[in-house]
């Protein structure tokens, strides 16, 4: 089984940034649709970003022209750049792999275990 690793989540300021990281624990051959999630307390788990293997992005359009989805191929890493945060985006942050192959096979619907992002105002 292929795991999904968040880092990067923490305190920040409003306005201030910061850069999710979600790590394969193995080489992905390729994939369908990489996302990013999020859930703040008592509300449902909601899309923030996603990009597709030809590079095509999507944004909630609660953070677009904040948040940057993009994708290292040759370290297998999804990354979330997040700029001018804001209070509303505190919530744990999940990366999802729609569908992924490599040498350990092939999977659908792999999720990362969570970080957390808080926001001070």
């Known amino acids: 089984q292929v795991q999904l690793v968040e880092s990067g989540g923490g305190l920040v300021q409003s306005g201030g940034s910061l850069r999710l990281s979600c790590a394969a624990s193995?080489?992905?051959?390729?994939?369908?649709?990489m996302n990013w999630y999020r859930q703040a307390p008592g509300k449902q788990r909601d899309m923030v970003a996603s990009?597709?293997?030809?590079?095509?992005?999507n944004y909630a359009d609660s953070v677009r022209g904040r948040f940057t989805i993009s994708i290292d191929n040759a370290k297998d890493t999804l990354f979330l750049q997040m700029n001018n945060l804001k209070p509303e985006d505190a919530a744990v942050y999940y990366c999802?792999?729609?569908?992924?192959?490599?040498?350990?096979?092939?999977?659908?619907?792999?999720w990362g275990q969570g970080t957390l992002v808080t926001v001070s105002s």
């Open positions: 999802n792999a729609e569908a992924i192959a490599g040498p350990k096979g092939a999977y659908r619907d792999v």
């Open positions: 990009i597709t293997k030809d590079g095509t992005t």
């Open positions: 193995a080489r992905i051959w390729s994939f369908s649709v």
